[in-house]
């Protein structure tokens, strides 16, 4: 199950949906009452509550109204993220140059 964050026309709100083979699945409705009052915060939502939601946005995926992805505008899946997580791979160095505790440490948050 592939989320994503899309518009059906130009001029059109950014939508929670699902990307599958038909096209891409509103899942507006499933999802309206935990919709925040943004598409980030609405599909964080959406991953908070995932294993509530998945049966409703399984049956979607399969029968709900595709529209073609011709016709519509993929947008980030998470318009604006609070945070990123960015891990640098220093593994490979390790026991040559950087104990373990700096590969861990090496790990940080950007906070917007």
Known sequence: MKLVTFQASRTGAPQPGLLTPRGVVSIAGAVKKIAGPTPSE???????NFAKLKPALQKLEKSGKALPLAKVKLRAPIP?????????????????FFSSSLIYNACFTFSF
């Open 42 to 48: 609405t599909m964080c939502a959406i991953i908070d």
């Open 80 to 96: 604006r993220p609070g945070a990123i997580l960015a891990c640098i791979g220093l593994r490979c160095l390790a026991g040559r």
